[in-house]
């Protein structure tokens, strides 16, 4: 079973800056697009930003211009910069992974690591 790693969560003030990675624990299967959701306190999880192999990017509307996604030279390994931090940043944060695995469909979600921002 593959795990997804994240780091780099925490907390910050508005204004600031932070920079989250992940990773999967075993590269057994072909990578499509990897990226990251977020859910708010009370609310429903939403997307932030997607990358595919190809190097395409999809933001959500609140990301653009002050979040930036990217991935290492290997493509495993997949970063989102978050500058400009707001209060309503505050979320945990999902890493995602699409891919396939023998021709079959798979989905990967880390487990969240919590992003605070303080006024």
């Known amino acids: 079973q593959v795990q997804l790693a994240e780091s780099g969560g925490g907390a910050a003030q508005a204004g600031g800056s932070l920079r989250l990675s992940c990773g999967p624990s075993?590269?057994?299967?072909?990578?499509?697009?990897m990226g990251w959701y977020r859910q708010p306190p009370g609310e429903e999880r939403e997307l932030v930003a997607l990358?595919?192999?190809?190097?395409?990017?999809t933001y959500s509307n609140f990301a653009k211009g002050r979040f930036t996604i990217s991935r290492d030279n290997a493509g495993n390994t997949v970063n989102l910069q978050l500058n400009d931090l707001k209060p309503a940043d505050t979320a945990i944060y999902y890493c995602?992974?699409?891919?396939?695995?023998?021709?079959?469909?798979?989905?990967?979600w880390g487990h969240g690591t919590q992003v605070t921002v303080s006024p």
């Open positions: 075993a590269n057994i299967f072909k990578i499509n697009t």
């Open positions: 990358m595919d192999t190809a190097g395409s990017t």
């Open positions: 995602y992974y699409k891919g396939t695995y023998y021709g079959a469909h798979v989905e990967y």
